[in-house]
């Protein structure tokens, strides 16, 4: 599976129906369209272009079922500690399949708090990899968040995992996504933190 694509919607080079047939050819069983959500600045899908999405890809559902499960995802955006722009609402969440969380450059930020973490971003200064952990977790917590997308791409985060009991205890599980070029910073997820834990890490294409 790969929970973690864009497309022409935002700043993928692809199509919705290009990064089903490419997962298709990759032998994927499930592939998440995974637009980000609206604060991103430059890429944030919103209004009726995000509804559009949402009819392409119901449409294409259909088309490929039984080839390939096809997921309705979103890729929410850190916006101030504890805090981020996922679906407030009961309605609006239901349009969404899995939901996706991670700090990103081009959102602007709420809090002195993501203003330093915006900096840290931008190489401009260090953070605490401690405190960011928290805050997603946070924020993951709060909204049921399903996934943390590439948490050593822009701030560093070490996870303490025991922080978020609460997907353990609504038997779910966690998804850690990863990019490639992130496996040699694996010193973020310590492996030995996954043993007896309810977590996954994956790899996504992003």
């Given at each position: 599976?790969d929970?973690?694509?864009h497309?022409?919607?935002?700043?993928?080079?692809?199509?919705?129906?290009e990064?089903?047939v490419a997962?298709?050819?990759?032998n994927?069983?499930?592939?998440?369209i995974?637009?980000?959500?609206?604060?991103?600045l430059?890429?944030?899908?919103?209004?009726?272009r995000?509804?559009?999405?949402?009819?392409?890809i119901?449409?294409?559902?259909?088309?490929?079922?039984g080839?390939?499960?096809?997921?309705m995802?979103?890729?929410?955006?850190?916006t101030?500690?504890?805090?981020?722009?996922?679906?407030k609402?009961?309605?609006?969440?239901?349009?969404?399949?899995v939901?996706?969380?991670?700090?990103?450059?081009c959102?602007?930020?709420?809090?002195?708090?993501?203003m330093?973490?915006?900096f840290?971003?931008?190489?401009?200064?260090?953070?605490?990899?401690?405190?960011?952990?928290?805050?997603?977790?946070e924020a993951?917590?709060?909204?049921?968040?399903n996934i943390?997308?590439?948490p050593?791409e822009?701030?560093?985060q070490?996870m303490?995992?025991?922080?978020?009991?609460f997907?353990?205890?609504?038997n779910?599980?966690?998804v850690i996504?990863?990019?490639?070029?992130?496996l040699?910073?694996?010193?973020i997820?310590?492996?030995?933190?996954?043993?007896?834990?309810?977590?996954?890490?994956k790899?996504?294409?992003?």
């Amino acid at each position: 599976a790969d929970y973690h694509t864009h497309t022409v919607y935002s700043h993928g080079k692809n199509t919705v129906e290009e990064n089903i047939v490419a997962a298709i050819n990759a032998n994927l069983k499930k592939i998440a369209i995974s637009e980000h959500a609206s604060s991103h600045l430059l890429y944030g899908v919103r209004g009726t272009r995000l509804f559009a999405l949402k009819k392409e890809i119901d449409a294409l559902k259909n088309k490929y079922s039984g080839r390939i499960e096809i997921l309705m995802g979103l890729e929410c955006n850190m916006t101030a500690y504890g805090e981020c722009d996922a679906p407030k609402d009961k309605e609006t969440r239901a349009l969404f399949d899995v939901l996706l969380l991670g700090y990103h450059r081009c959102v602007f930020p709420r809090d002195a708090y993501m203003m330093k973490s915006l900096f840290e971003a931008f190489n401009v200064s260090k953070g605490d990899s401690v405190i960011h952990a928290k805050s997603i977790l946070e924020a993951a917590e709060k909204y049921k968040i399903n996934i943390l997308s590439h948490p050593g791409e822009y701030v560093k985060q070490d996870m303490d995992f025991n922080e978020a009991q609460f997907y353990k205890e609504d038997n779910q599980c966690m998804v850690i996504l990863l990019q490639e070029d992130e496996l040699d910073g694996m010193n973020i997820l310590d492996p030995e933190k996954f043993d007896n834990s309810d977590y996954k890490v994956k790899i996504g294409l992003d």
